[in-house]
């Protein structure tokens, strides 16, 4: 029962019997409303709670009246795991409702902090409209099937980075490229520059690779490659959504919600794109593949500024302190390399080209940076295939 006025609850009333309907219900008290639990298709319900533990809770504090709406109103009342937070003083009590619920205080950075649900409840989080129909925006006409909220993963990142603007986030699942466009767009929210590696596969859907193999393709064709969720979905959103416009060239239209960013901005970022691909280990080891390795170098350390570039023949020494790392190439000349990597203190990788490990071992003692890598000996053991295991 509540009073008429819906301020305040009255109390319980007696379990109705089976046989018995609400209309035949003549127990009403006067000058107050009965609510019933019906369902949403209009069948009789039952409430979650009894009447003893509704009592138990109203003397506590812990049910609350929603807005007045007559028989409709709503009863709320503090699950179990809230009720825990009241009992250890995560929240405290600072006063009482006119309906007798409490009121509480809010969790502040000094307090107690708990992990995020498994659940989502927030519009922006949905799918269909901030995953599926965002994608359209940028890529109209391509299909890409259950791309994530960009906001979802907006808010799920930045539960873990907020406070870490040079943070690097890897995605090994790239799929549309949720997770970048994510990055970018909390970068613009805060000032931050943070970096994003997604990684992803070129394959294409069912439906395209019958389609494809029917009129006659293969994997590698250049008609199956350009289908490819790399080539088709993840690289165009990437590039329309820095530069702010479609793949035909039209601006984007409307604001990135809760930041009012209009998306024709762009981001002030920057993309570069890698393909993947196997190296022969014999000629890796004989020196014979650092071009080809590079990249792969500038990932490992931080992937930090625009990924250097290698023309004509190898060096003795590669000194990058933009990318914030450096390369000794020909160990004869690593008296000189130590000096040089001395006035970069920005400089805080060191690849070491050495087949000695007593030589590795020296040189690391007496270089002033964070990591050191063996060449080629630690490129091999992380990315060798080892045909000996199923």
Known sequence: YISSDGTKILGTGDTLPLEKTIDEYDELKVGSIALWPIRQDGTDGRWQLSQDSFRQKQE???????????????????????????????????????????????????????????????????????????????????????????????????FFVANKPNALIVDFFAGSGTTLHAVNLLNAEDGGHRRCIMVTNNEVSDDESKA????????????????????????????????????????????????????????????????????????????KQFKEMLPTLWLKAGAQGKCPSMEGNVLDMLILPENHFAVLINENVFSDFKDEVAKHPEIQT????????????????SLAVETTYQLYRDYLDNFRINHGRA
């Open 60 to 158: 506590r504090g812990l049910i609350k009246l929603g807005p007045y709406k007559g028989q409709n109103t709503t009863v709320y009342y503090l699950k179990p795991a809230e009720e825990a937070k009241l009992n250890d003083g995560t929240y405290t009590i600072q006063g009482y409702n006119e309906d007798g619920s409490v009121i509480t205080s809010t969790a502040n950075s000094t307090e107690r902090k708990a992990f995020p649900t498994t659940q989502w409840r927030i519009s922006s989080h949905d799918s269909t409209h901030y995953g599926t129909r965002l994608i359209k925006k940028f890529i109209p006409g391509r299909e890409f099937a259950f791309p994530k909220s960009l906001y979802a993963v907006h808010d799920t990142v930045m």
């Open 350 to 365: 060191a690849y070491l080209i050495t087949d000695y490990e007593v030589n590795y071992r020296a040189m690391k003692s």
């Open 212 to 287: 494809l193999t029917k009129a006659g393709y293969r994997p590698g064709d250049p008609e199956w490659e350009k289908l490819g969720i790399a080539r088709y979905v993840t690289w165009p959103r990437t590039v329309c959504a820095i530069e702010g416009h479609d793949v035909n060239g039209n601006p984007l239209k409307g604001n990135y919600i809760g930041s009012d960013i209009p998306m024709s901005d762009g981001f002030k970022a920057n993309a570069a794109f890698f393909k993947l691909g196997f190296l022969d280990k014999t000629s890796v080891a004989l020196g």
